[in-house]
């Protein structure tokens, strides 16, 4: 059973810059589908981004130009930079893995921006 860890949540002025983190238990070269969802309070979770093996990356139209995600297999992470954030982009951020019809979401991240 894959886990997904999450980290680098913090509280951040607008117009600053976090960088989040999903650590796999397993080789992410084996789990073709991983994104990052967010989940603001009140609000029903949404995509943030989704990176699929062997395509670019897609990116929700509230965050583009704004996050970059990648993976990186040989640290079997999934990096989600965010840059200048706004206070639009607070919420819990999860990381989610998925291959076939096996799903794994993370216990997710506390990112607070502030204005």
């Known amino acids: 059973q894959v886990q997904l860890v999450e980290s680098g949540g913090d509280l951040v002025q607008a117009g600053g810059s976090l960088r989040l983190s999903c650590a796999s238990s397993?080789?992410?070269?084996?789990?073709?589908?991983l994104s990052w969802y967010r989940q603001a309070p009140g609000k029903q979770r949404e995509l943030v981004a989704t990176?699929?093996?062997?395509?670019?990356?897609d990116y929700a139209d509230s965050v583009k130009g704004r996050f970059t995600v990648s993976r990186d297999n040989a640290k079997n992470t999934l990096p989600l930079q965010m840059n200048s954030l706004k206070p639009e982009d607070t919420g819990i951020y999860y990381c989610?893995?998925?291959?076939?019809?096996?799903?794994?979401w993370g216990q997710g991240t506390q990112v607070t921006v502030s204005s």
């Open positions: 397993r080789t992410i070269y084996t789990i073709p589908v």
């Open positions: 990176v699929i093996v062997g395509d670019e990356p």
């Open positions: 989610y893995g998925r291959a076939g019809d096996r799903e794994v």
